[in-house]
């Protein structure tokens, strides 16, 4: 037993060290991006972008680096071992360009998702061998004449013979012109009903000019360097082998790969947040001539808004991080967190960003140099939020679920595994067979209450966080209590506005029980500022104030702890996450 203990201990160390090394290397490539002379820096990017062209010396450093082995399964001769893995190595893409990295990447992986979770062993060794070459993928799902409901399919897929007619178009798909193989989502059955949706995987070389033609490209507000475009197919003639899994899967398939891709994309986010946030260190440091005690110029406004904007990163990143471990760890929960997390990345951008244009001031608008970036992720990082995984979806996920949560699962579940607060703690592989459509288990928020219940200390800031947590734990008792009543009043019209109210209060309780998981299991780590329960009290007092509770004010070494940290990360070049990576610039 010992044996084994130290062996996977080794195994989880290796793997780590072959993390950070893949990280660094990374980072070392796309080296300072505030130096103008750097060919994949700011002033690069950003002339990119106002040409709204890929950026190519960027896909040509990730093309240099393999990035694409990153996406593919070790099985299938890449190196994705693990979901927290592909974000450790996709967030120094996310930190310099959004675009980039959802279009050199981010997209194929997407659409790869869906032929690792359904596809044969023949579709999968092709895929891989095509992204193994060089190659991209497209998926098209979005539906924007129905708002994204990609349940209405305007594309429909008829038997005929040995294969399918498609017929139909979808109007946007990123880098459909440029694409090896497209993973298209469609209508293979008129008939109502979960099994009415189908998956095909096509490679678009290979279908006919005539009977399926591309759209003009579009020009979107945000991701400008990436090439969307549309398809229209008209009795298209595709083989019976494109079918990707059972016919009538598809919406089986697209939920589930949801879980992967939304979560993924999410926690890569906290990138471009980490970036803003320097950005805004970088100009209240240059404008007041130097950091002083009290944070700027004006050291209670600039120095609480970057404080906030900190606080706001790490809650957010804490959730993020328990959602990219629970797809390995919890597979049939991760339903509801990956749509938690995928839910509250629209809120805790508008408000980081808002915190942050306070420092900024009119250097908000600057759209060059190194501010330039700022801007740029303003306009990028929504776009992350929107289409067929966005608040709309993920609150239809959740919502649901809720009833069956509160009967059989609030205050009953034991609490998550250790591991699923280990930031650099080994995974078993990904079975996306276990990934359940809605489970009725909860393990994260039985973390919360268990923490709450042992929080010790006599200091002001272990008080403060002891307090905290206990009226969240009463929050959550409310939740649960007018789920519970809302059930038993039946489908009322009149309740379903609270229905809504009440999944985003439960969203920022899960992220209240990440925070305090992760500070709780950070007390045994190495990272002293994760082991200080003042940033998970600044955490939890932002998420309280949030759900409208009334708060006292945190301890002053509180605040000054968490500003302090800001300060030294910025100076000792440390991204501002929780994994505290090594950053060049």
């Avoid at 040409?51 to 399964?73: Q, S």
């Avoid at 498609?166 to 209508?187: D, M, Q, T, Y």
């Avoid at 919502?399 to 591991?419: N, Y």
């Avoid at 966080?465 to 009543?485: M, S, T």
Wanted: hydrophobic content about 45%.
């Amino acid at each position: 037993m010992v044996t084994s203990l130290l062996g996977e201990q080794a195994s989880a160390q290796q793997r780590e060290h072959a993390v950070r090394a893949r990280v660094a290397e990374l980072e070392a490539l796309f080296g300072d991006p505030s130096d103008p002379a750097n060919p994949v820096g700011y002033t690069a990017l950003l002339e990119a972008d106002r040409a709204a062209v890929p950026f190519a010396a960027g896909e040509e450093l990730l093309d240099d680096f393999g990035i694409t082995d990153e996406y593919i399964p070790r099985a299938l001769g890449g190196r994705l071992d693990g979901m927290d893995t592909l974000v450790r190595i996709m967030r120094p893409v996310f930190r310099r360009d959004v675009g980039l990295a959802m279009g050199h990447g981010m997209t194929t992986f997407m659409a790869a998702s869906d032929v690792w979770t359904a596809g044969s062993s023949r579709q999968r060794h092709w895929l891989a061998g095509l992204l193994r070459d060089g190659g991209k993928a497209a998926i098209a799902q979005h539906e924007t004449a129905h708002s994204n409901d990609y349940v209405r399919s305007q594309v429909t897929a008829r038997r005929s013979g040995d294969g399918y007619l498609i017929s139909g178009g979808k109007p946007l798909v990123n880098n459909l012109e440029r694409a090896g193989a497209l993973v298209l989502f469609c209508r293979t059955d008129p008939a109502p009903g979960s099994r009415s949706h189908s998956v095909l995987l096509l490679e678009p070389g290979q279908l006919s000019d005539v009977r399926a033609a591309v759209t003009a490209r579009r020009t979107p507000v945000g991701l400008r360097g990436c090439r969307f475009a549309g398809v229209e197919f008209d009795d298209c003639p595709v083989p019976a082998s494109a079918l990707l899994g059972p016919e009538g899967s598809g919406i089986e398939t697209a939920l589930r790969s949801f879980q992967i891709s939304r979560t993924v994309i999410a926690a890569t986010a906290v990138a471009a947040l980490d970036t803003s946030l320097r950005t805004a260190v970088r100009f209240d440091r240059e404008r007041s001539g130097g950091w002083q005690a009290g944070g700027g110029r004006d050291g209670g406004r600039t120095g609480a808004a970057l404080t906030n904007a900190f606080v706001n990163l790490l809650l957010y990143d804490a959730l993020a991080v328990v959602a990219t471990r629970a797809l390995h760890l919890l597979p049939a929960e991760t339903s509801v967190y990956s749509a938690a997390l995928k839910y509250l990345l629209p809120r805790v951008l508008t408000e980081t960003m808002y915190d942050l244009s306070i420092v900024l001031g009119s250097g908000f608008y600057t759209r060059e140099g190194t501010l330039g970036i700022f801007q740029k992720h303003v306009r990028d990082v929504p776009v992350l939020s929107l289409g067929h995984a966005g608040t709309v979806a993920c609150q239809a996920t959740v919502i649901p679920q809720m009833p069956r949560l509160a009967r059989g699962s609030w205050f009953v579940e034991d609490e998550a595994p250790a591991g699923l607060f280990r930031l650099h703690g080994g995974l078993p592989p990904l079975r996306t067979d276990r990934l359940s459509l809605a489970c009725g288990r909860d393990s994260l928020s039985a973390t919360m209450l268990a923490v709450a219940a042992g929080i010790d200390g006599t200091g002001p800031v272990e008080t403060a966080l002891r307090r905290l947590a206990g009226q969240l734990v009463e929050e959550f008792r409310d939740v649960r209590a007018r789920v519970l009543a809302l059930d038993a009043a039946g489908a009322a019209a009149t309740a379903r506005p609270a229905r809504f109210a009440l999944m985003d209060r439960y969203a920022l309780l899960l992220a209240a029980a990440a925070v305090l998981g992760l500070w709780d299991q950070g007390r045994y780590g190495l990272d002293p500022f994760l082991a200080d329960p003042s940033w998970a009290a600044a955490a939890l007092h932002r998420i309280a104030r949030r759900l409208g509770t009334r708060v006292a004010d945190l301890p002053a070494e509180c605040e000054t702890r968490i500003r302090h940290e800001v300060q030294l990360r910025f100076s000792t070049q440390i991204s501002y996450d929780l994994y505290s990576s090594p950053i060049p610039g």
